[in-house]
Nanobody, 114 residues
Framework: QVQLVESGGGLVQPGGSLRLSCAASGSIFSINGVGWYRQAPGKQRDLVAGITSGGSTNYADSVKGRFTISRDNAKNTVYLQMNSLKPEDTAVYYC????????WGQGTQVTVSS
């Protein structure tokens, strides 16, 4: 089975930037689409960005214009570039399939300080 592993989270000041990575153990193109999700404690896990195998992208309104999802075919990796970060972006970020059921990983913590 394909396994997705998140990395790149950390502590950043408001207005700063981070780039998250989602590395696939197998071919990432075995998955029809990949999305980045986030979840704060006590809150729903929401999709913030997605990319299909054909390269189409979509974003939640809350991150549109600030976040960019992309893929690197050679590295079998999907990225989430996060710019102009806000305290409201603080959450655990996960990557997973958009259209297939795959187990959730540990995620990576993103903390945007006050």
């Amino acid at each position: 089975q394909v396994q997705l592993v998140e990395s790149g989270g950390g502590l950043v000041q408001p207005g700063g930037s981070l780039r998250l990575s989602c590395a696939a153990s197998g071919s990432i193109f075995s998955i029809n689409g990949v999305g980045w999700y986030r979840q704060a404690p006590g809150k729903q896990r929401d999709l913030v960005a997605g990319i299909t195998s054909g390269g189409s992208t979509n974003y939640a309104d809350s991150v549109k214009g600030r976040f960019t999802i992309s893929r690197d075919n050679a590295k079998n990796t999907v990225y989430l570039q996060m710019n102009s970060l806000k305290p409201e972006d603080t959450a655990v970020y996960y990557c997973n399939a958009l259209y297939q059921k795959i187990s959730w990983g540990q995620g990576t913590q993103v903390t945007v300080s006050s």
